[in-house]
């Protein structure tokens, strides 16, 4: 069971959390612009890297707040976790955040 | 009483504390302290039970929880029989019953033997070549023999009546082992300030040290040494000393599992007591401080009966005065078996020993021995060994130079003590993910680099000499502890190092011989080689193929010497070849302890509205809904199911019904932003909506597929009472706080789910407004100051309500939303005022029914995360003027405006007194072969009261250009002709609502 | 009729759970009377900075407690309040949250009805609710005046420790009450002494 | 390829068994081949079998970054069934169940698939709907699936509790006799001799570490840490390693990789005859031939590459299994794992042609493509040698994501093992 650092709250057992995939999908000002396949993209489409992975998790039984977490996937480590809105401090490699 | 191979003295034994226990329904004899192992030793009892495959006589091989073969059903009374247990850990106690296992019609006499005659069929993988022909006899006949053949132990087939216990903990630091390198780093890190907990899996804390008898420690005896040691412990406040407990898994972050055995080892355990308690500790250091696990030797026939390890031996003598035989030879690869040569010598037990290595590797062990009176053997070789239920000699032969083997000579014997070298516990720092690093010095696997806040000493790290153990676990547990302090301990020398061992050297045709690796599995030595020989190249491979280190104990007895024989066979070096990996558990565990407390009643809630023990007094049915228990009908005496509901769908048009919708979903919206926020999730627009009015919504996902639905009231300008179905209140407002916070943070709303706040009461049908009105204070009920889909906030019984005129029935209804403790009062006394009118209590297949009647969809039953608002028919609700809303781009995507999408119409049966089976198939042409083309489903049929007819709801393709087609839905034996009608059965203007 | 529908004690609450105490050697648990609930929502930058409301204090960080008198407040988020007061005092609680915020953005939801309070107090208080809760419950990793959602076995409560003695408030929403309760009283088992 | 068979073995046991050969070479790669697979678990094997016993095509080569078989292949808790909702599934499904009633004749390798009966049971009212749905859906798809009354469901499998006191009563069942389980290892072990013995090259420890295009855009080959691998087309049959390597060519998927955990028992002698499966409480156990219970749990939250997750998936899992089989209470676990599946957001496969010229992939099972391995092996390798789907994976494709034509299984059924 992971320990996951709530920006509010501090570490905290996973199972007071729930995960919401992958960070940094702004949902696109205007939908009605885009065509189908950038909207399939934005819908379907996942980096799923192995390694260092930006992601989102609400801290579900605690303060119920959204924020987001840079996490390897292969050790399954976190390297940062950051409220929403914000950039973490470096970057998952060489990946943008979008 | 008498225990044939009891030393008269010494021991941990409590020689004033007399047991008996009974195996294979004999009495036999022991003392408080005494394992199963040792008891049925001190018998004289070697034989325990019969090998997996091969069904051969075998013994107790070990003294500890790596013990491979000695697997015993212990009986402790009705339910709590359970199989498998390892002898060396089961504590005597009196009255305790076990049984041996595997083998028919006894222990003694086993017709499954005659697999060990004709085990030269049965190599490895044997099953992956044969049993293909003729085809049928697989099912018929060769995989339930091969069924029938496996298995070790019966599985228990009466429910448990034990209770499980669960805790979580938190610790600064965690010690695995509380042999001397775990003393020495809790004695270390509880000198701090830190919060330190202590397990081991032996019922007494010592490790090596219980059966360690001539060695000192600081200058006193090790018993001493520990005895005052784990008297110091014990005296500090913030350490936790957990015996019996063992740690089995080490997850992410420093979660590591611990099962602790609380009842099994008391003769008569307090009523309460758990009989076991998962620990479930996070903690921000671990020293794993685990020990080493000997090897035995592989020769042909190593598994007889009285052939075990040497250090088990050592064991059996000092820690429980038995002496597993009257004339044992050890045979030896390393130093460690001289001292328990020594130690059994000391103890009066006639002794030889007989070293692999040649003299100059050992002289100076060898001439103590010799010094006590005993012959030792050096640079020799073990030939194989006879007896069959019991050892009765050691064959052995010099080896020259070259390996040559000389002449055999057989040492008589009734016990084998074997060590092969040994290999570090390393299994739980594997686990943790920290990476291995072979260590050609020990032959072994050690830890290398931690990958989590963890770190070893003592054996499991390979650091073997007894000081050094001690002097490294105190550094462990200062540098845990975040206080780096060092501590020598000046003990006495320990005999270690060993000369690795593979296959030993033989005369005979090794092809031939069973020389086993890994012992409960049956796998020898010839099969590793066998496996590498086909192909399997893979440690990992290897391990399938040949199942060696896939038994109960998990190989720890055996891996090494797999993977070094794989390794000889593939002509590569160890660290090539690598371990397979590393799981939990450590040793099995209970299904029953990691489930803990939530095992019957306990294994999900039980969500209960207000009104719920007011059906139950009327004897209502009910269903589980999610976690809810809505009630399902009120049969009144006499009424099956179907008369009851007619009976209710018939009095809410009817008359009046009365109906507990508390379960529903409600979610309080709030803030100066609610109705933007409102547009933005559902697909109609709230702009307009004045406060004081109701409207139904929809809501999707982002692809565009319905995910709830519900009304929604407008209670004032900034605030909304939102409702979902039963089953949607949690995901609807999860997906709404995910909008809102990720995307749209900068909208000023506030979620509150108030689903429990308010008790639901629906009050449906002609007489519900005469029903409640004299209840309800403040408001004007009429259809022009309230009519249908308005709110208002009202008293009743002087309890402030939210009173809704919605209808789900398509009659005149009110909901009443009164504060959860007034509910059930205010269901009473609606119930007492719709006496006069003869007021129905209904349950969920009637609301189920009404709303089918009216071609209501239910999201969950009608949709299933397919379907657009379009295809239910509620295309119109879309707001066409809104931008965007959430799943609005999606709805444009190809597929979902494609034609032949399924779409919501009604169905009614040719015969009217056939109701379909929701989930029957709809096909246009019921001749056509197999596979015949589906055109939709039936989503909702029921018996409607109100129609005298069946009725059907269901999903057809293109269904809205079929009205009035005739179509066929599959019944249990065939198909029956339905006609296509609008999903509408009642009322199709939509007008009694209104009333 | 009119008069039986307004009159204020025509009903009585009658709470979602009664169940007799659960008392062993180290622990004992109890169902508390009901009480008036709140919960109290404002955005970001005012709860950064908010002091006291209607005798609730805000002024405190994210997972603390704080009474004052009777009423009393726990912060469970950054912007999130839950806010509690004698049940009589419902309909004043209300009023005065809306008075001392009138014209600022907030949100409060009355919610005394969606949930229930046990006591659960003694010695062995942490370990029964280490059951099933998986927070460090002592007094380092949950210091006297904590307050936090959480998770008991399967439900989710709201656990407060008012002081550093060992008495935890355990809060739950009403249908979850009957597992909580049964949940905790199994866990209490685990008291008598052991051996 | 020696023949396997009862009088090999009598006349091995006399030779000690030294004359069984290699199951599989062990070769070089070499500078090129017509076709490269990447990933050789089941599918991968199996495509590159019937490429060779099919298509004829045997300049093959099947790239394993560890050992055969040691994906997903290797743990997962082998349960077959064809008993899908949708047509697409049913197609697919059901031809991989009939190729599994001859697998073990047509390899010469006893992958001991057992037709014991996979029972799904229906704990609410809407679990009896979305059965019956299924089984009228099969019926016309010519694929087996009975409803069961409890009582019947009890006498299929004895062990199961039918009280109506439990938390969620079974109030029946959905059985196909024709579901059961495999040995997964024999069938990773029986393809890879049977392609090897066509000739295809089977080259484990031989990771795919970039995907090279030539100067039409079109895949030349694959980089591996074995060198530079030469082909005309690359079918990429790597489970939940599916978006690593489909990112060295910057395709980006609709996948997202999670752990999926497994547990055995300690062997007992048969107690359970079939497969059992329950969706609302979410467990689902056998007992394999050896004589552990196998059990299979759920997916941990988060993607992840680890093989591992965390222990309160597994203690989930075992209270649904005790709540079904009380019994069960004092077996112990014996060994708890993880594999890493490839999901997708319609929890149906893709299998078929991708944007780049020659590439082509087969992945998306999940937690349920060990039941497909003959089937899905076989059209791929069809469209890998035609460069065309089977009419079977047609619908399968990764198009489906743009169009909005997805075969929603998830949505059908809340769980697809
Ligand atoms: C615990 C568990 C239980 C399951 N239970 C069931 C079940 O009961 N029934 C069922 O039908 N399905 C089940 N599944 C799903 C099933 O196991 C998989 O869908 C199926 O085995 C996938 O087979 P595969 O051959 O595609 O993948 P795999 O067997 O995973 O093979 C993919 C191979 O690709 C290799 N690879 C990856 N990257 C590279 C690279 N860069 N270069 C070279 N090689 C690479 C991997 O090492 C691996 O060997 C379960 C899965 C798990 C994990
Ligand atoms: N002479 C030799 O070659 C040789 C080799 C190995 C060990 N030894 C001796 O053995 C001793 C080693 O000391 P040590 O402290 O490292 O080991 P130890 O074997 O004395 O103690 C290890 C302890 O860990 C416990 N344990 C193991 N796994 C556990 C788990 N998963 N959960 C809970 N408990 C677990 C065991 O019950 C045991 O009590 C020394 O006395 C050393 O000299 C000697
Ligand atoms: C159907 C099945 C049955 C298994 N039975 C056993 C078993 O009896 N003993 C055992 O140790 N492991 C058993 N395993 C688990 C394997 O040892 C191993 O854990 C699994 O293949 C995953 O590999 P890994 O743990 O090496 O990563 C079984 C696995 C499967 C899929
Ligand atoms: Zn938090």
Not at chain 2, 371 to 398: D, F, N, Q, W, Y
Not at chain 4, 107 to 121: I, K
């Amino acid at each position: 069971m992971l320990l996951i650092d709530c920006p509010y709250c501090g570490p905290r057992p996973e199972v007071e959390f729930r995960c919401g995939g992958e960070a940094h999908i702004a949902r696109p000002a205007q939908p009605a612009d885009m065509d189908d396949k950038a909207w399939a993209e934005f819908l379907f489409i996942r980096s799923n890297p192995k390694g260092v992975h930006a992601e989102r998790w609400i801290h579900q039984h605690g303060c119920q707040r959204w924020f987001n977490a840079l996490r390897d996937t292969y050790t399954d480590a976190f390297i940062e976790t950051y409220e929403m809105g914000t950039k973490p401090s470096r970057l998952p490699d060489g990946r943008t955040t979008r | 009483m008498k225990q044939d191979y009891r030393l008269a003295k010494g021991g941990r034994i409590d020689r004033a504390r007399p047991l008996s226990v009974t195996f294979n329904g004999r009495r036999l004899f022991g003392f408080a302290g005494d394992t199963l192992a040792s008891l049925l030793l001190a018998n004289g009892q070697h034989l325990v039970g019969r090998s997996f495959k091969y069904h051969r006589p075998r013994g107790v091989l070990s003294h500890g929880s790596d013990e491979p073969n000695a697997l015993l059903a212990v009986d402790r009374g009705p339910g709590r029989i359970d199989p498998n247990n390892r002898a060396s850990m089961v504590e005597a106690r009196d009255g305790l019953v076990a049984r041996s296992q595997n083998h028919w019609p006894s222990l003694d006499f086993d017709v499954g033997a005659v697999n060990d005659a004709l085990a030269p069929l049965f190599p490895a993988g044997f099953y992956y070549k044969t049993f293909m022909w003729p085809r049928a006899f697989w099912d018929r006949l060769y995989e339930p023999a091969i069924r029938a053949a496996a298995g070790l132990g019966e599985a228990p087939s009466s429910p448990d009546p034990d209770r499980y216990a669960h805790r979580h903990a938190h610790c600064d630091v965690l010690i695995v082992g509380g042999g001397p390198a775990g003393l020495a780093a809790a004695l270390a890190a509880s000198a701090t300030d830190k919060s330190v907990i202590l397990a081991d899996e032996g019922a007494e804390l010592g490790g090596a040290l219980l059966h360690e008898s001539s060695a000192t420690i600081d200058g006193a005896p090790a018993a001493q040494w520990l005895a005052e040691t784990v008297k110091t412990l014990i005296g500090r406040a913030n350490l936790t000393l957990l015996p019996r407990t063992t740690a089995f898994g080490y997850y992410n972050h420093n979660h590591v599992a611990l099962i602790e055995r609380l009842a099994d080892h008391l003769a008569a355990p307090p009523p309460d007591l758990a009989r076991e308690r998962l620990w479930q500790v996070r903690a921000r250091e671990v020293v794993l401080a685990t020990g080493a696990h000997e090897r035995p030797l592989i020769f042909a026939d190593n598994d007889r009966p009285g052939i075990m390890l040497a250090e088990s031996v050592r064991a059996f003598i000092n820690r429980y005065a038995v002496a597993p035989g009257r004339r044992i030879v050890f045979a030896t690869s390393g130093a460690s078996a001289y001292s328990a040569a020594a130690d059994a010598k000391a103890a009066g037990v006639d002794v030889a020993l007989v070293d692999i290595r040649r003299e100059e590797a050992c002289r100076a062990d060898a001439a103590a021995l010799r010094a006590m009176g005993c012959e030792v053997l050096t640079g020799h070789t073990i030939i194989g060994s006879t007896g069959r239920k019991r050892v009765s000699g050691l064959i052995v032969a010099p080896i020259d130079g070259q390996a040559k083997v000389g002449a055999r000579r057989t040492l008589d014997c009734d016990c084998v003590g074997l060590s092969g070298g040994w290999t570090p516990a390393v299994h739980l720092f594997s686990q943790s993910r920290g990476a291995l690093r072979f260590e050609p010095a020990i032959d072994g696997f050690v830890p290398d680099r931690a990958a989590q806040a963890v770190r070893s000493a003592g054996a499991s790290g390979g650091t073997y000499p007894l000081s050094a153990c001690l002097t490294e676990g105190f550094a462990a547990g200062a540098a845990a502890a975040g206080a780096p302090a060092a501590r020598s301990f000046a003990a006495s020398a320990t005999r270690v190092g060993f000369q690795p061992a593979r296959a030993l050297p033989t005369s005979r045709d090794a092809k031939r011989v069973k020389a086993f690796v890994d012992f409960q599995n049956d796998v020898t030595a010839k099969d590793v080689k066998l496996a590498v020989n086909e192909g399997f190249e893979s440690i990992e491979h290897v391990k399938r193929y040949t199942t060696t280190g896939m038994a109960t104990d998990q190989g720890k007895t055996s891996n090494m010497n797999a993977l070094a024989l794989a390794a000889d066979a593939l002509g590569k070096p160890i660290p090539q070849v690598g371990t397979t990996t590393f799981r939990p558990p450590y040793t099995p565990v209970s299904f029953a302890a990691i489930v803990g407390p939530s095992r019957g009643s306990l294994f999900d809630p039980v969500r209960k509205t207000p009104i719920y023990d007011w059906a139950a007094e009327r004897g209502a049915k009910f269903e589980n809904v999610s976690l809810w228990r809505r009630a399902w009908y009120f049969p009144k005496p006499g009424e099956d199911m179907h008369a009851a509901v007619a009976r209710e769908c018939k009095a809410a048009r009817g008359a009046v019904g009365l109906f507990d919708g508390s379960t529903l979903g409600k979610i309080e919206v709030v803030g100066p932003d609610a109705a933007e926020f409102m547009n933005r999730m559902y697909i109609n627009s709230w702009t307009k909506l004045e406060p004081g009015r109701c409207r139904y919504g929809v809501m999707l996902k982002e692809d565009g597929y319905i995910l709830d639905d519900g009304v929604v009231a407008r209670l004032a300008p900034d605030r909304f009472h939102v409702t979902t179905t039963t089953g949607g209140a949690a995901r609807v407002l999860n997906h709404m706080e995910d909008y809102l916070q990720t995307e749209w943070p900068h909208l000023d709303v506030f979620l509150t789910s108030i689903t429990e706040q308010w008790a639901v009461i629906a009050v449906q049908g002609p007489k519900a407004r005469e029903t409640i009105a004299p209840l309800v204070a403040g408001v004007d009920l009429s259809n022009e100051a309230f009519p249908h889909m308005s709110v208002r906030a009202c008293r009743i019984l002087g309890a402030p309500c939210r009173l809704f005129r919605v209808s789900f029935t398509g009659e005149v209804g009110y909901e009443i939303n009164v504060p959860s403790d007034f509910g059930r009062a205010v269901w009473e006394a609606v119930y007492e005022r719709g006496q006069a009118f003869g007021i129905t209590p209904y349950g969920t297949e009637a609301m189920h029914v009404l709303r089918a009647e009216r071609g209501f969809i239910i999201v969950g039953q009608e949709t299933d995360g397919t379907m657009t608002p379009d295809d239910v028919g509620l295309a119109g609700m879309i707001a066409k003027a809104k931008p965007d809303f959430v799943g609005k781009r999606s709805l444009a995507r190809p597929d979902l405006v494609a034609p032949g999408r399924k779409q919501l119409v009604g169905l009614l049966t040719e015969d009217p007194n056939l109701v379909l089976d929701e989930g029957a198939q709809i096909v246009e042409n019921p001749a056509m072969p197999i596979p015949m083309r589906m055109i939709g489903h039936v989503t909702s049929s029921y018996w409607s009261a109100n129609c005298g007819r069946s009725i059907a709801l269901a999903m057809i393709a293109d269904g809205r250009n079929l009205m009035g087609r005739t179509l066929h839905a599959t019944v249990a034996a065939g198909f029956a002709s339905v006609k296509v009608s609008a999903p509408v059965f009642v009322d199709p203007k939509g007008e009694r609502v209104h009333g | 009729m009119a008069e039986l529908a307004g009159s204020a004690s025509a009903a009585r609450r009658q709470p979602a759970l009664a169940a007799p105490p659960v008392l062993w050697a180290g622990v004992a648990i109890q169902v508390l009377p009901d009480e008036a609930r709140f919960s109290l929502r404002l955005p970001k930058a005012a709860a950064a900075t908010a002091a006291e409301v209607a005798g609730f204090s805000l002024a405190v960080p994210v997972n603390r407690y704080a009474k004052n008198d009777q009423r009393w407040s726990a912060r469970l988020g950054p912007n999130e309040w839950l806010l509690g007061g004698p049940e009589g005092d419902g309909g004043a609680i209300a009023a005065e949250i809306e008075a001392a915020l009138a014209g600022q953005i907030h949100g409060v939801t009355d919610i005394s009805h969606r949930q229930v309070a046990f006591d659960v107090a003694g010695a062995e208080a942490a370990n029964i609710l280490n059951a099933g809760c998986p927070l460090d419950l002592s007094l380092v990793g949950f210091p006297g005046g904590s307050a936090t959602r959480s998770i008991l076995g399967k439900a989710e409560i709201v656990l407060m420790r008012p002081a550093s003695a060992p008495v935890f408030r355990v809060e739950c929403w009403r249908s979850f009450a009957e597992y909580v309760h049964a949940f905790l009283a199994e866990a209490a088992r685990d008291c008598p002494a052991r051996e | 390829m020696r023949r396997f068979s009862f009088a090999a073995l009598l006349a091995e046991a006399a030779n000690a068994h030294q004359g069984w050969g290699r199951q599989w070479r062990n070769p070089e790669p070499k500078r090129s081949y017509d076709i490269v697979v990447v990933g050789a678990g089941g599918h991968g094997l199996a495509t590159a079998y019937y490429l060779a016993s099919v298509h004829g095509i045997t300049n093959v080569a099947v790239l394993e970054k560890g050992w055969l078989g040691g994906g997903n292949t290797g743990r997962n808790t082998t349960i077959i069934r064809s008993n899908y909702l949708y047509d697409e599934s049913a197609g697919i499904y059901e031809h991989a169940v009939k190729l599994w009633e001859g697998l073990s004749q047509e390899l010469n390798y006893n992958v001991m698939f057992s037709q014991r009966g996979v029972m799904m049971l229906a704990h609410n009212q809407h679990d009896v709907q979305s059965l019956k749905r299924h089984i009228y859906a099969n019926r016309l798809n010519g694929v087996d699936n009975e409803w069961l009354t409890p009582e019947q469901a009890k006498d299929f499998c004895p062990p199961l509790n039918i009280s109506p006191d439990l938390r969620y009563p079974v109030i029946g069942a959905a059985l196909q006799r024709r579901g059961g389980v495999a040995r997964h290892d024999a069938v990773a072990w029986g393809y890879a001799r049977a392609a090897d013995a066509r000739g295809v090259d089977i080259i484990q420890n031989c990771e795919v570490t970039g995907l090279r295009r030539g100067p039409n855009g079109a895949i030349s080959g694959v980089e591996t840490t074995r060198g530079f691998i030469g082909a005309r087309r690359v079918g990429v049959v790597a489970a939940g390693h599916t978006s690593v390597i489909m990112s060295m060519a910057d395709v980006r998927m609709p996948i997202e990789s999670y752990p999926l955990q497994a547990l055995v028992s300690e062997p007992v002698k048969p107690v359970f005859p079939c497969v059992v499966m329950s969706n609302a409480v979410h467990a689902y156990i056998s007992q394999s031939d050896k004589g552990e219970l196998v059990i299979g749990a759920g997916t941990d939250q988060y993607t992840s590459y680890s093989q591992q997750g965390g222990l309160h998936i597994t203690t989930h899992t075992l209270d649904a299994i005790l709540e079904l089989f009380p019994q069960f209470s004092r077996m112990r676990m014996l060994r708890n794992w993880g594999g890493i599946v490839d999901v997708t957001p319609d929890r149906s496969p893709i299998i078929g042609k991708t944007p780049i010229e020659g590439l082509y992939v087969n992945c998306g099972w999940g937690t349920g493509g060990f039941k497909a391995t003959p089937g899905s092996g076989h059209v791929f390798a069809h469209t890998l040698a035609t460069g065309e789907p089977h009419k079977i994976n047609a619908p399968f494709t990764l198009d489906r994501f743009y169009t909005g034509r997805l075969i929603d299984e998830a949505a059908a059924a809340a769980v697809a093992h």
